[in-house]
Every structure is written in structure tokens, then in C-alpha cells.
């Protein structure tokens, strides 16, 4: 045992510097003088070290001191070697720990009296010692092991020379996790009885140190896996969202599984129209193998993993239905030959929550898609069908406004213009109708050109000459002669044009101002509309562009209009490959401005069909 005693610090110092000493070479005379001084000095220690009670019991307190500050497992094991080593004076420490998952004992630390690591290969200890400390729960000393009956026929005794020995257990809670276990080679006589209940009661408060680090350890490492797996399930989260293609949410949902289990296969079922599984996505060029009996027990809505325990030379695969609101609407399964682990398994139901979610938002979207694609095709037949009967009616009132078949009257003339402006309405409606429709299908036929923007302005102006004329506004155009030509469909920006100026003429009172200007901007050329009208309200600015959205206000209800014509024209500037937007102040006017390409890029090319 050591202690603080300057008569000890000086021995230890005396060790020390013979230990150096030794190591050199010396005459055989000098090294037996030696190794006899060596003996004696460690009589004299151990007389020193049969101090009274009161000094062992400060060593104790002091070397404890140090524990319970580390939370580091290797440190706090560290400091445990070196304080036995310490209050023990023993050659040699070792430290070992009952491993929780195996029982086995392992070696966790090992240190001399030099406060050297000791290498595995060094570990000459007692395991008759150290097992029968396990079994009795009790420590050991022997002054010689060679000649204590309970050890000296063992074969690690003899075979390692071993002498004095000291093992006591680690007991923590009442359980024993491991064992301290000290010695000295050379020397009997080392520990006595006092030494063993000293190392004893270390023994008790290094295990609490040892097991709070291992708990801490413990913690940590799951506080890190959660993080871990977290981190991993944002990912996977972040990756389903972003798709809302169905083929491409139960492969990634497939990839993904095949990733949080490390399973060497994936497939995910989804549910068919009838309600009946079938394998949507599984590894590239393989035909699925039987999974009837999972897609069975998918069906239940039950979501707890399933099993199907692997046969000879086939995998083990594990199921999980992929459930929203009660219902299973798929199933995620992944094979391993050696099963999947029950931590994989509840990671693989988190999967699955995810994904569920992910290929109903899938599913809604391609049902969504057909609706609005079986509305677009309603719109179209619908449209074409009474676009026929609309040409008659026009032509044939034309004809009887003419006088074609006979005089009429004036009374006559005024009903047959209100039937001519009807007629109208009804054809602007289901020309806007038909090319929504068109658009939205793709099938919208674009004739691209390049062409100079002020013609197109000026035939715009002089078909609603007479419009504005009516109103007394004035219509003001400022277009530079160097305006480079745009490449668009010159009809469309006629039918863009109509539109933002036929509002601009609606929505401005008698005798305001309209103004047309175009300027080159970013390698494009912005064209704007500028009037002197009511305005557009913020509240109003937010649905501007939306189907069928008209202002509640009473200036635009006095109007006619289907509230089609800037969703018709947005639709139209974009497919051209420009921008839209406005700016309006309610009271003062708005300006309605679009972008349209000046260059041939091949994003163009693409609604040329
Ligand atoms: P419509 O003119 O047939 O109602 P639009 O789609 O062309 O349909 O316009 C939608 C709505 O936007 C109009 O009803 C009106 O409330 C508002 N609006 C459009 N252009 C202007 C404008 N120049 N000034 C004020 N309000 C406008």
C-alpha cells in the first residue's frame, strides 16, 4: 500500500532510480547486489505500508477523489489502474469487465507501475484467481500463489511464475461487472489481508465510477444513433416529397429500405385499383419471387414488421404494409439471408410511415391529373362541338342584318346587333376555353417568327380603334425604331396584345389614357400597358391570373367578361418562353407588362408541334 508519507515518497523515488539502474548493463556481482537491494527496499515499503488504519483509509479517500469526475469510459479506467497501482504498490493491474451482450470477460485496462500500458500478450494473470472472484463474489489474496493450496497446482500459477496475487470484484448495484486483479511476479509476500480491504473498498467505488461512464457511453452512443437515424429519415423525408410521380416514390421508397436495413433486396406492393396488392417496384430485371403469404398479412392493416423466416438457401424476408387512414394501401418487403435485425425492423416501419404518406400524395396527384386531364379533354370536345353552330349563327345573322333576305326594321337592326354581340362573347369564351384546354394537353400549335414588335402593336390598336374612340381615351405608343425583333407566334402576341389593352380600355374610365411602351431588357424585350384606370385592389392583385377570377367591384361588374383572358395570356406569354406581372395601385391605374424572347432557344422549338 502507499501513502503520503516523505519516508514512502523517498522509497518510491529509491525504486524508481534502481529500476533505471537495471536496465543498464552491468557486472553480474553489481546486478545480485542489486536485485538485493531491490528486495530489501520493498521490505522496508511494505513494513512502511502496515500503517495504522487511518492512513490507509486517507490513501483511499485521495486516490477516490479522482473518480467520478471522467465520464470517459477509458479515461475512468485509466484512473482506476493507476490509483490500484497506486494504493496496492503492486507490480502489475489489470482491469476487466464482463462484456453485457456475450458475458465474457474482457480486458479493458492494464497498467504497470510505471503507469505503462500493458499489451495483451502481457496478460500472464491467474484465471483460476480471477473465475473463482466472479463465482464467490468475494476478493483474494495470496502472499505466494506457488504455494497456496487453493492455487498451486493451477497451470497459469506455475506456468507464469506467479506469486503475490490480489483480485477483488467490481460490484455495482449488486451486480459484479468485472474484476480488479493486481500481482507481482518476482516477489511473495507483497498484499496481506489489509490490502485486500483496501482494494475492496476501492473495488466498490471504482465500479460506480466504471458503470456511470458505461451508462454514460451508453447514452450517448444511442442520443448519437437517434441523431443519426433522424438525420436519415429527414433525408428520406426531404427525397419523397420532392417526387410526386408514384413509379418514382416506391422505387426511392424501395432504395431507401434496402438502405436503413441493410437488406440485399427490396420490393414495394402498392394497392390497385380493386384494392389488390401487386409489386410496383422491385430490383431492376427481376421477376419477384412469391411474396403472396406477406402481401396476405399486409392486407390486415396491422403495422407491426412481419416476418417469414428463411428455408433452406432461400432469404428471410421482412414485410411492413405501408397503412394510411386505417388502411393498407402497400407494402414495403425486404429480404436477408440472415433476417433482418429487430432494430432495422422498427427503423423500416418508420420508413414506411413516411412512404405511405408519400404514395397516398402520389396517388392524389395522378388522380387529379386524370380529372384534369378528362376536363381538358370535356373542354375540348365541348368547345369544337359549339364552335360549329356559333359560325352559323353568326354568318346568318350577318346575313339578315344585311338585308340579304329582305328590309328590316330598326327595332329588327337592335335585336340582331345584341344577338351579333352575344354571339361574340360566346365565341371569346370558347376560344379561351379551347386554348386552356390546348395548353394544358400540350397540344397548342405555335407558328414561331421572328418579326418586329411595332406592326403587330399598331394592328392591335386599329382593331380596337373604334372601341377606344368610343370611350374618348387616348392611346399613346412609344416603340424605338431599334428595338430588336422578337421570335414568337405573331398571332399570339396579337391575341396577348388584344387582351391587356381590350382590359385596359374595360377598366378605364371615359377619357383616360393608355400608353404602349416596349424596350429591350435582358437579352429580351419587355413590353408594357399602361392605363390611367380604377386599379387593382391588393386584396384582388392575389388572385389576379386565376381562372375565371373577375373583381367583385362594380366598375368591372359593369363589364362584360368571363374572367378568362389574363390566365389565357399568361398561359400564352410563358409557353412563348417570356414573363408576365403587373403593377397597380387601386384609384390610379395599373401597368400589365410581359416579356417576350428575342433569340431562338430550343425551349421554343418544344411547343412547335
Ligand atoms: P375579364 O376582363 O374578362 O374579367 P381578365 O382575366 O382579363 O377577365 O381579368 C380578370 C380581372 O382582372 C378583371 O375582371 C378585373 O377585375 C381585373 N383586371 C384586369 N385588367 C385590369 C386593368 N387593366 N385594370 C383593372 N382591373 C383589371
Redesign the pocket.
Known sequence: MNSTTPQLSALEELQKALNLLEKQTLPMPTRASLSTAKRHLQQLRNALQRDPEASRLAALYRVSQSLGVSLDLDEVLTQVMDAVIQLTGAERGFLMLIERESGELSLRAARNIQQENLQQEDMKVSRTVIQSVIESGQGIVTTNAQNDPRFAGQESVIFYALRSVMCAPLRARGNIIGVIYVDNRAQAGIFGDEDLKLLNAFAGQAAVAIENAQLYTQTDRALADRVAELETLSRIDQDLNAQLDLDRVVELTRQWAIRVTQATRGWVAVCDDEGELYIAASPPGETPPELEPLLTAANQADPVPRQLTASQGTPAYCMVPLIHNRQTIGAVIVAHPQGIRESAQQFLKRLADRAAAAVQNARLYEAVEAANEAKSQFVSIVTHELRIPLTSIKGYNDLIRQGVVGEINEQQANFLDVIGSNVERMSRLISDLSDISRIERGKLRLEFAHFPLHERVEETINSLRHKLEEKSQTITTEIPPSLPKVYADPSRVVQVLT?LVS??W??TPQGGKIHIRAYPENGKVRIEVR?T????SEE?QAR?FTQF???ESPA?RE?T???????VTRRLVEVMGGEIGFE?KLGEG?T?WFTLPTSTPSAHQAHED
Open positions: 387582351n382590359n385596359a374595360k377598366y392605363d384606370g380604377i386599379g387593382i384582388d389576379l377570377f373577375r373583381s368591372v363589364q367578361g368571363w374572367g378568362l383572358g389574363l390566365n397597380s395599373s400589365f
